[in-house]
């Protein structure tokens, strides 16, 4: 089964710092995806990657951004966190552009105080 | 109007009682269709996978797809305590890197 892997699953920050979340895959997928979720509003989009250094923007970008520097990883940026960033970020991925599961890390939630 | 409507519920009942979970949806060029399920503090998992219209069967879950009306259905037999979680249903297109969701069902089973 692949595997996806947030290695922060709980964080605090305050208001203005850099955040940076981690998510890793271990089944060579080409495409991976950050969401955040939010109570009422569903699974958003943030950005989307094709490929190493491919990145597309999603529903909501505004006050992100990512970085894939190797396909098995993805980060997702923070540059001057806000308390309406608060909110549980979930990384997936899937094997190639046209299939159609996605795989769900764990999630982090992150609160900004 | 969203894209895909669920009503997130939540929803109680007793061991052992069959669960219908549903969603609709505007869009018909959505083809295939999800159900992830998740539990409290967790990542969603693929539950069932079914592409255009039909059912699909595993164990005591049922996916349903009424592509005339706009409407899927995920149905829980001889329901367990540990069923107890978010139901989420997901739809995409034949291709295209958007997925879209609902909102979630919030389901409780009572031992």
């Known amino acids: 089964d692949v595997k996806v892997t947030q290695s922060s699953r709980y964080l605090v920050k305050r208001t203005g710092e850099k955040v940076f979340l981690e998510c890793v895959q271990d089944?060579?997928?080409?495409?991976m995806f950050w969401y955040r979720q939010d109570p009422g509003l569903g699974l958003r989009l943030i950005y989307f990657s094709y490929d190493v250094k491919m990145k597309e923007k999603g529903d909501i970008p505004e006050g992100y951004s990512v970085s894939r520097e190797k396909k098995e990883r993805f980060s997702l940026i923070l540059e001057s966190a806000s308390t309406n960033q608060t909110s549980m970020y979930l990384c997936a991925s899937r094997l190639f552009s046209g299939a159609n599961v996605l795989t769900f890390g764990a999630g982090s939630r992150l609160t900004v105080l | 109007q969203k894209e895909v409507e669920q009503d997130p519920g939540p929803l109680s009942v007793p061991e052992g009682a069959i669960v219908s979970l549903n969603c609709t949806y505007s869009?018909?060029?959505?083809?295939?269709f999800m159900w992830y399920r998740q539990y409290s503090r967790k990542g969603p998992e693929l539950l069932m996978y079914t592409y255009s219209s039909g059912n699909k069967e595993d164990g005591r879950f049922t996916a349903q797809v009424d592509k005339s009306s706009k409407y899927i259905s995920l149905f829980i037999r001889d329901s367990q305590p540990s069923d107890s979680a978010t139901y989420l249903c997901a739809m995409s297109i034949t291709t295209g890197n958007q997925f879209y969701f609902g909102t979630g069902t919030s389901l409780t089973v009572i031992p």
């Open positions: 089944m060579d997928h080409e495409n």
């Open positions: 869009n018909s060029a959505f083809q295939y």
